[in-house]
């Protein structure tokens, strides 16, 4: 019975299993494949089995011994902020890539609590790869590995990448060179992405389109604290600030205290003036109920 449940999640993806354009998505996502508190995703050859307490593991183990992978388990705890363990199969020691729509990414299991690209955002990716056009520019704020700046790139815009840590920065920079892209060609920015786009706007630049997608919480160099629940708006605010005529924000939030509405609400606060909001669907490898909120401003 525990293999037949993951047998028929990878059933329900066919078609991304069977994608050589895509090796890392969503095998089971918790009580939407009928397996609560566990989730596994399909990285290239390998499986990271997420859960939320260590309980769980015996369960990840007989619900999963039958692939033939590598697998490695990680508690969802992001105060522990510590690398997945390897559970089974050969170890994976090394950096390895997996593909998504095409556009190839580095991964690790040894980075610490996120391994190189969030598998929830695939769709506003790609979406965001059809929006820009040549010579268009992106702005990409808490970029962590810089995955909506390379299709932006891919796009033929010109890209302008935003994290307070460089290795995440130098990450970036190698997902640009797997696709074939010239790191000399963007713009990489170490610090914060409030103080960047407040100087942006007294420099005049401005984006064709700027990505959103902040932590729910953050502490600054100066200990000043941004949270969703309360910050967002000044944070679109000062976005907008910065967006050419006709442009697009992305904005986006994982934090589950807030609702799709109270996120629009939050948006449509930070301007004088209406704006059409357009929410997108989280990709359809996430059956559990949605938790990414994502609002197209234009």
């Known amino acids: ?44 050859p390998h499986i990271l089995a997420s859960v939320r307490n ?14 033939q992978s590598a697998i490695y388990l990680k508690i969802l705890d992001p105060s522990e902020k510590t690398s997945p363990c390897h559970l089974s199969g050969p170890p994976v020691e090394e ?34 790869r059809s929006v820009l056009e040549e010579g268009q520019t992106l702005l990409n704020t808490f970029a962590y590995t810089g995955a909506f700046s390379v299709f932006g790139a891919l796009a033929g815009a010109t890209t302008t990448t935003i994290d307070l840590s460089q290795p995440y920065l130098d990450w970036s920079k190698r997902n640009f060179q797997l696709n074939d892209i010239d790191v ?57 600030g910065c967006l050419a005529p006709g442009g697009t924000i992305l904005a986006c939030t994982n934090c589950r205290q807030i609702d799709e509405q109270g996120f629009k609400r939050q948006i449509r606060s930070a301007f004088r003036r209406p704006v059409h909001l357009e929410s997108a669907p989280m990709p359809s490898d996430f059956t559990a109920p949605p938790y990414l909120k994502s609002v197209w401003i234009r």
């Open 1 to 44: 019975m525990t293999h037949s449940l993951v047998d028929q999640a990878l059933a329900r993806r066919s078609t991304l299993g069977s994608s050589n354009s895509t090796t890392a998505f969503r095998i089971a996502d918790s009580i939407g494949d009928g397996m609560p508190g566990i989730e596994l995703d399909q990285l290239g």
């Open 54 to 67: 260590r309980e769980l593991e015996e369960r990840v183990k007989a619900i999963t011994d039958h692939l």
């Open 95 to 128: 950096p390895f890539v997996v593909q998504e729509n095409g556009v190839h990414f580095e991964m690790s299991f040894q980075s610490g609590y996120s391994q190189g690209i969030f598998l929830d955002q695939r769709d506003n990716r790609q979406k965001l």
């Open 184 to 240: 000399e060609t963007q713009y990489f920015c170490k610090g914060d992405t409030f103080h960047w786009l407040k100087r942006f706007a007294k420099q005049g630049r401005r984006f064709d389109a700027i990505v959103l997608d902040p932590p729910t919480f953050s502490r600054d160099k100066n200990g000043k604290v941004f949270r969703v629940e309360k910050d967002y708006p000044r944070l679109v605010e000062l976005a907008s």
